[in-house]
């Protein structure tokens, strides 16, 4: 059935679809146009507050049920324990000569007594780290169909590894995930960017947007193909697609 | 650890226990306190996005190249953040791009990118003197009026980083530069949101006023002056100034506020107030400060959490005299220092190899074998002896499986028949009489996969019959080619048998029974082929005497084709013998010989000593032979497994991969493969108690006699020859017997 694959024509129709919806509810969706190309890709980035659980994927199934609510002290996160690595060894290696010629002024003041005042308020780390979400929704030539592209990075701008990215998902849900049909997650090179992405494996795209397609044509009803399968498979990777895209226009 | 260099601080929670806040302050609680009336900014936290460093890397490869001078870059924050993100100043991919859009909503920010070619360079620089020139500029654009025009300079931010690149380390330090006054900032009237200052009428008008503003200008307006009554709310750009205050009665400035702490204004701030003090500074006493934040959540727009407040300027010392200046970022560690970032795993070629090699093999435990054991595939040490046709095509089904320990063992050059059949080579390889195939192999895995650990040693194994003893220097060379060989048999848990003569696969045989070491064997005929893995000897600790005596028993009866079964052979009515026969009991290759290895090689023609078998028949053993090897890992006896058999076929699978049989025998012809089992045989002339043990007490004294003498040698220590004499006979028997028929 013909309707059920996507053509570039009606990607960029969607997306453009996608854009203004997103537009009007302040959402962040924008177009990257590909130099030289009338390629180009939908982007949206976002920031969570989040705790990793370091443990491996496949532990997760046996132990999520031990886990109480959401964010209960799951201590040693890797990632966290790295960052702690790296900036140890600035502070061994280079931090004295480089921590010596500047001095941290608003504080300098406080000791010199000048007037007693500090002028800083600071976030306090704590024991949940900000992570920064990227997504990319692409279109797939060979399946016919969108891709979803993402990585995640800490603000320093270091890329999460799989592991670190499912350890950042409520364990509640990673239960769902391991059993749902959209998680053939792999590590690719972006088509566009050429650099190391994660991406939801559309193999399967096809299958379970039939149905969907088909009831909406049997009841006449538009469908936007690219917002119904964001909304199916962005949740997946921590992407959530506000129920007024369909609800409020 | 920050938590026990801060001791002294204090902290506020806001309503949401995510965001905590600590005072920098070295003064004691109760003077803090005292403080409150002081106003406090919330500094930039500096946000990188992977792109940024993607990009940062082309810049320096490919335009900056040694050039160090300041490049333009561009970054950006936002006011529009859930309550319990830090302050943000984000730079991305397109940071580069200083003319390009900014994201939708987000306030852009110009900074001056400082990359050093060298950590050196990194370190010497004069960050103070970076700042200060910084600082000067906002001061001097203070002055002559600029900023007013173009407020955006007054919230700049410098950049220094060191790219190295050939560890992907990235050194950087974000310096938000802030002019300061010589005293504290006076609050008047404490910060309260808007929805407690304002009217839900005033607050709709602001909205609409400052979406006037930003439709008129190009983009996000980061400072502006605001004026409001009952029923009404004016918001004009900066420069309007004194066209918009007539009397300076009363003062209200927005700043488009990236914070979202509810008792304390963003960064930007701080230069506004600079300016105010420096150009109005004598007229003004107090100002009102909007802290303008707009969020939208879930499609609906909220402005009712921005923050106003009242504060008293200070007076600047000397209008003329640049004021200090702070601003450089503080490291994770909450000291004055650089950050780093290690960005190898997503940006080092052959790191991304290796997980997405990973993580291929992981899809297939995620989705469809989720017990799979992939670290005890992954972390096996396999030496392979043979790197020709079956060597070739068992190093790639390793690579396949993520196994990063693969040696070779081959003494042969490569010639020019072997490429077509033997992957790792290439015509190249074999110019200038051939390059060694065990070195050869090393540098082709090393170009597929550069995560593998691989070895190879150009070094013939020693074989029966073969005699080592035309001089001292051979004789000595046959012993250190055994003492290489058991060496590198020590140090790895599989073995592959995989050489093209039956006799070289003797001594490996050997010592890999001694050791208990796994080994897996293949050989091919034209199309036929084995693989096979030789049974596990037990330990020789957990070896009890009984259980010695039940393995000979077996072995015995199995070896005169007894048809009762005997000893701990298990008789299920209707399984043969040779049903469910455990790892150590199970026949090495030459069990089923009844002729000692000797020289096969000879009165050959040339045709039968090359490999003449189906060319697709390798591919299919080696495969087969990786495949075993695997299935072998994941059953938690490991080579202890009781073989399956061809009737396992529809019983439940011992292991999540499936069976685990002894021999996989194929015949191409067919298309068929079988998978018989079979017992050790107590006169093995490689792995029976004899032969090992005259080798673990005598070691090479006992090869060497091996290598040198003729099969009788080791049919007559192992019974065979014996065995021989009565099979003859028996053989005379049956010819008579059908003679007389």
Known sequence: ?249 | MSHDQHHQEVRIYEQSAASKIVMASNTSGTESAAAELKLQFAPFSSALEAGFWHQLTQKKLNDYRLDESPKCIKGYYYNGDPVGLPTRLTLEYSAFDVDGPTPARCCPAVGTLYNTNTLDAFKATDKKALLEKEAKEIWDAIQSGAALKDPSVLCRFILLTFADLKKYHFYYWFCFPALCFLEGIKIVQQPSVLDQALSAKQISALQEAYDGLFKKGTGVVPYFLMKYTDDTVHLAPLGDWDTFFTDNKKVTVGVYDPCTLSQHPGWPLRNLLVLLANRWGSKLDTVEVLCFRDRTLQGSRSIQHSVIFQVKLPNLSDSSVCPKSVGWEKNSKGAMGPRMVNLSECMDPKRLAESSVDLNLKLMRWRLVPSLDLDKVVNTKCLLLGAGTLGCNVARTLMGWGVRHITFVDNAKISYSNPVRQPLYEFEDCLGGGKSKATAAVDRLTKIFPGVISEGYNMSIPMPGHPVNFSQATLSQAQRDVEQLEKLISEHDVVFLLMDTRESRWLPTVIAASKRKLVVNAALGFDTFVVMRHGLKKSPISESPSGGAESSASCSSASSSSSTPAGSAPSIPGSSLFSNIPGHKLGCYFCNDVVAPGDSTRDRTLDQQCTVSRPGLAMIAGALAVEMMVSILQHCEGGYAVASSSDDRMNEPPTSLGLVPHQIRGFLSRFDNVLPASLAFDKCTACSPIVLDHYEREGFDFLSKVFNSSHSFLEDLTGLTLLHQETQAAEIWDMSDDESI
């Not at chain 1, 030539?141 to 592209?149: E, F, G, H, Q, T």
Request: proline letters at 5%; glycine letters at 6%.
């Open chain 1, 1 to 249: 059935m013909s309707s059920c694959v996507l053509d570039k024509e009606t990607f960029r129709h969607c997306c453009q679809l996608l854009l203004q919806l997103s537009e009007q509810l302040g959402d962040c969706w924008c177009w990257v146009p590909v130099q030289d190309s009338q390629d180009g890709y939908l982007r949206k980035t976002a920031l969570r507050l989040v705790t990793i659980d370091s443990r491996p994927f496949g532990d997760q199934a046996e132990s999520s049920s031990e886990l109480g609510p959401h964010n209960s002290c799951l201590s040693g996160p890797d990632v966290q324990q790295n960052d702690q690595d790296q900036s140890a060894l600035i502070g061994s290696a280079n931090g004295d000569i480089i921590r010596g010629d500047i001095e941290d002024q608003d504080n300098k003041d406080n000791r010199d007594g000048d007037d007693g005042e500090d002028r800083i308020c600071r976030m306090c780390e704590g024991s949940s780290q900000v992570l920064q979400y990227e997504y990319h929704i692409l279109f797939s030539c060979s399946y016919r169909a969108p891709v979803l592209y993402f990585r995640v990075c800490t603000l320093e701008g270091r890329s999460l590894s799989l592991e670190e990215v499912w350890g950042s998902i409520h364990p509640n849900f990673r239960l769902c995930l391991q059993t749902s049909p959209f998680t053939m997650v792999t590590q690719q090179e972006h088509p566009l960017l050429g650099q190391a992405f994660f991406m939801l494996h559309p193999c399967r795209t096809e299958d379970f947007m039939r149905p969907l397609l088909q009831a909406a044509q049997d009841q006449n009803r538009p469908v936007n193909y690219v917002l119904t399968w964001l909304s199916m498979v962005g949740p997946v990777v921590g992407l959530d697609v506000s129920l007024k895209y369909s609800t409020q226009f």
